[in-house]
Every structure is written in C-alpha cells, then in structure tokens.
C-alpha cells in the first residue's frame, strides 16, 4: 500500500529535510514516527528537500507499507511520536503510480522579510530583515522580469544536484503587511537556493543599489557571482504543491504565514 501525507513544520532547529548523520531533519523525525506506527522501519520520499531552517505549510510525501492502519494512525498516531513544530495533517491511499516529487505539477514559496529599523524578536527564525527603507515598487517590477521560462543558473546554488537549470516561473509577487513584505513565487519546480537568491536580488534592487532591470541582466548572464548573496534560510516557506486531481489528495488547511496584518510579531 502506498500512502500520501500532508506535512508542515517549523523549520528552525532542524538540519533541512532530507537525511543527515545527525537524524536532526524533517525526515529523519518522520520516518522514525511512521515506522512505529508501522511496525517496521519506513522510508519516505517529499516533494521538496527544504534547507536547515526552512519552513513548511504544505510539504507532501509518500512511503509504502505493508501494514494495515485506519487514516487516524498515521495522522494522530504519528504526531504524538514526533517533535511539536512537526505535524502530519493528513494522510491517504494513492495509487502505486503516485511519487511526491515526480507527480507534482508546480509549487509555491513564500519568502517573509522584515523590513524595520530593529531587528525581530518574536519572529526571529521565522523571518528574513532587512533595517533600510526599500522601494517596494521598484522590487515589484523587478520581479515581473523573472517570469516565464528562463536558463535560472545565476541563482543557482553550486550545490544543486538539478540536471538542468530551466525552470518556469509562472507568477512572482511581493504584498506588504505592515513591516513584513511577502515576496511569493510559483514555478513548475524550484533549483536549490533560488527562491532565496531571487529576494537576494530583489533587495538590491529595492534598497538602489541597482535599477529593476539589472535582474534582467544577471538573469541572462547565467552567471552566479554576479547575482546578490542568498537571503536568510529563516524566511522561506513552502506553501504548496499542485497535483492533478486523479491522485485525489486532501487540501491542506489555509497556513500562509503572516497572512494577517494584526499578527503583532514586531517586538
């Protein structure tokens, strides 16, 4: 039997999603919970391989088992075996033909910065900052250059395993909530790091140190050092991955972070 899960967590104090040595990842924990409730051991795959100290609304993945469980085990049954800032929010039957990664049609990141003189308190870990006053149109013109289908290896980790560079980014958006800008990007899939050395950009763009169409520029260089650095892992959240409908998965409760304008995380 195959069974897909709905996944969120807190990324900070984790060491990313995929398995390490120090068994401190999403997965680690994951796999650890799911084969108890299992009885044997059981591996997972995820959609998405999130760093250390990234976020989660909506990570989906996969394991199979030959043990029969009701719905309920592998949702509250393996919560309470996890850690608090991980929670499985649902779980089903797929067919065999499903994967967590392959099947996935698009996903979405939101990027959380705090844009305010001093640096946050409540909402450290769970934020980018930046102090300097940043022009919020500028950015947003900016980000328009990224959209479509375009060769993304300037920001482009040295690290990232994808066999090519090409990705296409159908919307990319930044709103504001009072000090927090939300910089949201939808893609068919995502290179390691680029979601994060986009915003990068984006600042440099948004503080003056260059105009718009600079991002244009270094996007057609495919050139990494000329690029901004990588913004802050604390501000990153996976908040979707898109499936046809034949898989029939569950919808995730609505979690964007920083939705509300009267979330006070400012002191």
Same mark, same amino acid.
């Given at each position: 039997?195959?069974? #897909?899960?709905?996944?969120?967590?807190?990324?900070?104090? &984790?060491?990313?999603?995929? *398995?390490? %040595?120090?068994?401190?990842?999403?997965?680690?924990?994951?796999?650890?919970?799911?084969?108890?409730?299992?009885? $044997?051991?059981?591996?997972?795959? =995820?959609?998405?391989?999130?760093?250390?100290?990234v976020?989660?609304?909506?990570?989906? #993945?996969?394991?199979?088992?030959?043990?029969?469980?009701?719905? *309920?085990?592998?949702?509250?049954g393996? /919560?309470?075996?996890?850690?608090?800032?991980?929670?499985?929010?649902?779980?089903?039957?797929?067919?065999?033909?499903?994967?967590? +990664?392959?099947? $996935?049609?698009?996903?979405?990141?939101?990027y959380?910065?705090? /844009?305010?003189?001093? !640096?946050?308190?409540?909402?450290?870990?769970?934020?980018?900052?930046?102090?300097?006053?940043?022009?919020?149109?500028?950015? !947003? +013109?900016?980000? @328009?250059?990224?959209t479509?289908?375009?060769?993304?290896?300037?920001?482009?980790?040295?690290?990232?395993?994808?066999?090519t %560079?090409? +990705?296409?980014?159908?919307?990319?958006?930044?709103?504001?909530? =009072? %000090?927090?800008? @939300? &910089?949201?990007? =939808?893609a /068919?899939?995502?290179l390691?790091? @680029?979601? +994060? /050395?986009?915003?990068? *950009?984006?600042?440099?763009?948004?503080?003056?140190?260059? %105009?718009?169409?600079?991002?244009?520029?270094?996007?057609?260089?495919?050139?990494r050092?000329?690029?901004?650095?990588?913004?802050?892992?604390?501000?990153?959240?996976?908040?979707?991955?898109?499936?046809?409908?034949?898989?029939?998965?569950?919808? &995730?409760? !609505? @979690?964007?972070?920083?939705?509300?304008? *009267?979330?006070?995380?400012?002191?």
């Amino acid at each position: 039997m195959k069974i #897909a899960i709905g996944v969120s967590y807190d990324g900070a104090g &984790f060491d990313g999603w995929q *398995s390490q %040595p120090s068994g401190n990842t999403i997965q680690d924990h994951l796999e650890w919970a799911l084969s108890r409730i299992a009885g $044997a051991p059981t591996r997972i795959a =995820g959609a998405g391989r999130t760093d250390a100290g990234v976020h989660a609304c909506a990570q989906v #993945a996969h394991f199979e088992t030959d043990a029969e469980r009701p719905v *309920s085990a592998w949702v509250r049954g393996t /919560n309470s075996a996890l850690p608090s800032a991980i929670a499985v929010q649902w779980a089903v039957a797929v067919p065999q033909a499903f994967h967590a +990664r392959y099947s $996935a049609s698009a996903r979405s990141y939101r990027y959380v910065l705090y /844009n305010h003189p001093v !640096r946050p308190s409540l909402a450290a870990g769970h934020c980018g900052w930046y102090h300097g006053p940043l022009e919020l149109d500028l950015m !947003r +013109r900016a980000a @328009m250059l990224l959209t479509g289908e375009h060769d993304f290896s300037a920001f482009r980790s040295s690290q990232c395993q994808a066999k090519t %560079p090409v +990705r296409t980014i159908g919307h990319a958006e930044i709103v504001q909530r =009072g %000090p927090y800008l @939300m &910089f949201d990007f =939808g893609a /068919n899939s995502f290179l390691h790091h @680029m979601v +994060r /050395n986009m915003v990068g *950009s984006l600042l440099y763009v948004g503080k003056r140190k260059h %105009p718009p169409e600079w991002v244009a520029t270094v996007l057609a260089s495919r050139d990494r050092t000329r690029a901004a650095p990588t913004a802050a892992a604390a501000g990153l959240y996976l908040t979707g991955v898109n499936y046809g409908p034949e898989w029939g998965l569950p919808a &995730f409760p !609505r @979690m964007m972070p920083f939705e509300s304008p *009267s979330r006070r995380l400012d002191i």
